[in-house]
Every structure is written in C-alpha cells, then in structure tokens.
C-alpha cells in the first residue's frame, strides 16, 4: 500500500522548541525521534519506504531531504499551503505516477499512536473497503469529552453484519462541552484524526465533480511529473487554486462513498506541552515530573522541564509548571496554561522578533 | 574617617548568579552596581578612597583590583576566612598604618541601606561616641518579627539624657519566632547588621585582653607592613589563629564600653532572592513583577524574573516564581523558598559539578 504524509503546516505550540524553521513534525518531542520519521516507520509493514510520499512546505525541504538521506522515501514540496484538499490531490496524482492503483493511506505528519498494532490492524481493514471504491477514515474512539477535536458521526447501524464499518453521517466541529459530553454519551461519535484511505482514482473522481479547479490543477501537475517542469508546475498551480480542507471540500459533500472505521489506538494529535506531558506518563519521576536533560529538582510535582541543551537547570519547589530551555530562548509557564503560548509567540511577531519565531 | 570595608566570604544564596568565584559582594544584584562599590560609594561623605580599606578573600583580589582600578582605596586579601574579629583586627593595624588614630567604620560589603542619610548621619553620632574610646554598633531598628537576623538588645535608659544613646546589655543569636515577636514589643531589641565604629588603638586594646593569640599575630603583620612581606606575614599568621567572630570573640565580653545607636534606614541584609524582590518593590509592574532583561511575561503575578543574558524569556501565568538566567545555570523557583537555594548548591557539589558554584 502506498502512503501519504502530510507533513505541511508551521506550528507554534511547541515554542521554544518550535519554530517556523522546525515545526511539530520536525521535532523529536515524544522522544522517539521525528515525528514525521516515526510516521513513516509506523506504517513500515503496511508501505515500504518506496511506497511513502511525503509531503511538506518547500522551506522545510531541505530539513527533511537531510533527515530522509538514503531512505527511498519520495519527498515534495508545496510552494505555500493550501489546506489539506490540495496536498491529498497533489499526493494521490503523484501515488498514480508512481504506478500505484490500489489503496493509498494519507497520515498526517505530527500525531502518535501508542498502540501500532491496532491502528495498522484498522488500516488494513480500511484498504480493502478503499479497494473497492470507498473512501475510509478512521474514527478514533473517544475516552473523554474533547473540545479541541473535530468529531464524526456515524450510522447508527454497521454496514455489514457483525462488522465495525459504518456509513459516515456528519463531520462536526469542535463542539463545545456540553456536546461533547453528549457525543462520548452517545457511542455514535468519534474524533477525526484527519487519517483515511482511499484509491488515488476515487479521490481524483470526487475532487473533479466537488472541486473542478482543482482537480484542472491537478492534472496540470501530473503532466509535469517526470519533467524537469514539477517545481514551476508546482508555482504556477498553488498560485491559482483556492485552499480548502479535505473534510469540507470532499467528505462532507460525497457521504454516500465514505466509511467510517472505530480505532482505538490510543491516538493523540499532541497538541501542546501539557498534552504532551500526559501522554509521557511512563517517564515520570516519583513527583510525577518529566524531565528531559540536564537537571537537578528539588520538591517540585507535576511539573515538565525539557532540558535539551547544556546548560544547568536546577527546579525548587515547582508545582505543575513547564520549564523549556532552547540556545537562544526558554519559556517558564504554568504547565496548565501551555495552549495559550500562541499569545506569547504573536506578541513576539509585533516585536519584530522574527529569527525566535 | 577611615573605613573597612569587609568583602570577605563566599555566598550561594544568590545562585545561579552568585558563584564561588563571584559572591554577593561582588554583585550588582541591586541594580546600582556590585554591593561592594556601593557600599564605598555610600560613605563617600565621610571616608575619602584614600580612607578606604577593603578586605576580601585571595581568590577575589584579582576582581577587587578590577573593579577599584583608578581608584585609591586600598585593597587586603586574607590568604583564608577567619570569621570577623582577624578582619577587624587587621583593618584596625592597616588603619594605625595609614596614619589613622581617630574613629573607624567597620561594614560589611553586602548590605543594603535605602535612606543613607540617616545612615551617614547615625555613622556621624557614632564616630563622636568612638572618638572617647567607645566601641559603638549600629542597632537597625526592627519593622518584624525576623528571625533571620542576631539581635542586640539595651539597656532600657539611654546613657544621657534626651540621648540616643545605649549600653549594649546583651547579643542575642537569630530567634524563634515568639521571641522575635516579643523582641520587637519590647522596643529594646534591634537587628545587629554588623556595623560599628570604634578607633583602632581601642579595639586592639580589647583584642589584646579577650584574644590575645591573635593580637600577637596583628603585631606580627603589622611589622611586615611597608615591607615586601605582607602577603607571607599574611599566610604565616591565618594559618596560626583561630576563626572567631567579633561579637562573640569581643563585643559579648566587653560590654561595658559597647554601646549602640538605634538606626532606622532601610536596612536588609539582602539575604534571599526574595528579601531582594521585597527590597526592590519600587520596580515591580502592574502585577507586581520585578524583571530584568529581555523578557516577556503573559498574566504573571509575583514574580521575580531576572535574565541578563542574551537569552529571550518568555514567561506565561507564573505565581510567585523566581527565575534567574544565566550563561551557564538556569534556576526556576518557588520565590518563597529561594532560601532553600543551598539545597541545590549542595547537590551540584556532591555532583562534582564545581564549575557551577
């Protein structure tokens, strides 16, 4: 099967360790390495690295040309971003140039997925309905009422008979709490991880009926392919067309063809320190402290230091706070707080402070 | 009148910015300069620099020549600590030296005064008192029950009328806190900052009596003066004498010529990160934070953050928190328990890490 990493976007959640020039995706902040390499080592039993395409913005190229170096992996670049719809088109054309005609699974760069073998056990199920001409996403069954996720709602009924394949009803927004308490009530929800399968041919048919301008785009593109003319292609079409997600520019307007499939994989999206911090719960200290680098606590809980630099960092008495220390920048903040650092990297933006962004 | 200026002794209560190599003397943890300058510059009304004597340890005497360059005072370094009453002893021989028969200020180097004229002025009445042979200390007038500090208390009538004058009746070690409290109801008992004034002839007078092993090691140096071999007098005679503290070694057993003068001047000890964020309150924002640096804070309350490094700092919802960056150290505290900084001190040398403390 072949495999689409959508490793595009900047991201400022992770600031001080993130950085337009090293966004999520780039980072080893769940320890394992890269995110985007733990991606594409995740799915090794389903895609050989021949098989994986990755995709990302072009000033990241040359990040992941260095981390990628002698992998087989195919890597391009987007001159800007375009939300997900393009990226997916851009990546199913490309899978049909590379001669593949089955399956492809597009996986977004910057998740983890503690449990593999569950999550590559769904996979498989949803490329053989994707063989036959659906298009499947992954449900991601939900252990609490999140407010920061978009959900889906099935059917109420499965499919076939003694199956887990559900029709998908309806894409719905990040909900507020009190219905999203009513989704994880009603067994009918799931989170949207943004991963699903689908043949390159059935995504290219759709996208040419839902999204024309695009799908022109596209087959623009696929003449270029083999050519030296992919880069100015590339221009060329990103300047024209409008960016638009996957979700709803496609999924939402085609329900007819799309599954959903329940997966319980123990899925994040690591959305911020804090998350992060839960996540890595098997790391902590007898304080329930994770701590990352080169340091020395004394009476501090709960509290998440990420030392990866050589400096000396030495905690007293700290209570659920984060501590980040990167060469050139260090953020101390309530732990609890940590999804307000956007507010901290945009007041840097109107300092002029570029080169810590 | 001539001044000693007492700079000896290392210090970790201001780590990471305090070091072995750089103690709170030699500090510019006020924000006017390193504490040892400012405590010449303070007196400049009374002690010309010629008047100036600094005594300090070996290991700081290359900084001391430093940062004194161009100025007159005169530098001594003890080849080791001996606690105060060798310093005094050795200020006093160095004073009779340099032609000096009349009254001396002894002060330590890493105090904080706020109102240095009353200061000066309280140091006027003091040096009268000292011409007649007096041993006269500087009572700070205490504001709360402290129990960080020695107290001295008096005699309950001034020794002449409508004076401000008082017999020292007793020194009294650091309190518990119900003592503290009854000590500041009384109206008798003052903090003892370690600062008094008395003529040398007096002094070694009362070293010659109660101590009299070290007086015989102040003649020893006080021949060597003018010779080439202060520093080896120096060595010779540290090695031999006993650590003891002036008010223990002599103020205790002479009471009689002791006598103190009450003194309401701001004074701290500037003992913690904290007692110097409380001290500074004067610069504190519209939430109470005192900042120094490149630093950026998002809804902090209480916080002291000090970055004199080139490193950006971004702080997010802290309460109460003391951060304190340096080159090599980072330090992320509870503000209220920065006394407790020892603790990490300690640590780092069981971690052989000397280069940090």
């Known amino acids: ?40 080592d995740r799915i090794k039993p389903l895609s050989r690295d021949e098989e994986i395409i990755i995709i990302l913005g072009r000033e990241h190229l040359e990040k992941a040309n260095h981390i990628f170096k002698g992998r087989g992996v195919h890597i391009l670049s987007e001159p800007e971003g375009r939300n997900t719809a393009p990226c997916i088109g851009l990546g199913a054309v490309y899978a049909r140039h590379l001669g593949c005609e089955g399956p492809v699974a597009f996986l977004p760069a910057d998740h983890f997925i503690a449990d593999v073998s569950s999550f590559l056990e769904v996979l498989g199920l949803a490329e053989d309905l994707a063989e036959e001409g659906g298009i499947v996403t992954l449900g991601i069954v939900p252990d609490r009422p999140e407010t920061g996720y978009g959900y889906i709602r099935r059917d109420n009924g499965a499919l076939f008979k003694n199956s887990t394949v559900y029709r998908v009803m309806e894409f719905v927004e990040k909900p507020d709490l009190d219905k999203a ?39 623009q593109l696929e003449s270029a ?19 638009v997600s996957f979700d709803y520019g496609v999924m ?57 630099g050589k400096r000396q960092i030495a905690c007293l008495g700290l209570k659920n706070c984060l501590v980040v220390d990167t060469p050139d920048a260090l953020l101390v903040a309530d732990l609890s ?14 300092e002029k402070k570029e080169e810590l962004i």
């Open 1 to 40: 099967m072949f495999s689409v990493i959508m490793a595009g976007g900047s991201g400022t959640r992770f600031w001080p360790a993130s950085r337009n020039s090293a966004p999520k995706q780039f980072l080893n902040i769940t320890g394992k390495g890269e995110m985007v390499i733990e991606t594409c």
């Open 225 to 243: 392919f083999g050519n030296d003319g992919i880069e100015k292609a590339l221009e060329e079409v990103y300047m024209k067309i409008e960016g």
């Open 252 to 308: 939402e307007k085609t329900s007819e063809k799309v599954y959903v499939l329940p997966c319980n994989c123990g899925w994040t999206d690591v959305g911020s320190w804090e998350s992060l911090y839960k996540m890595r719960a098997q790391e902590y200290d007898s304080g329930k402290n994770l701590v990352e680098g080169q340091t020395l606590l004394v009476n501090c809980e709960g509290s998440f230091i990420s030392a990866k």
């Open 181 to 219: 308490r009513s989704y994880l009530e009603s067994g009918e929800y799931y989170w949207n991880g943004g991963i699903f399968v689908a043949k390159p041919e059935t995504i290219l048919n759709e996208i040419k009926v839902l999204l024309p301008e695009l799908h022109r785009g596209l087959q």
């Open 337 to 350: 707080l940590s999804q307000d650092i956007r507010t901290i990297v945009e007041k840097l933006k109107m």
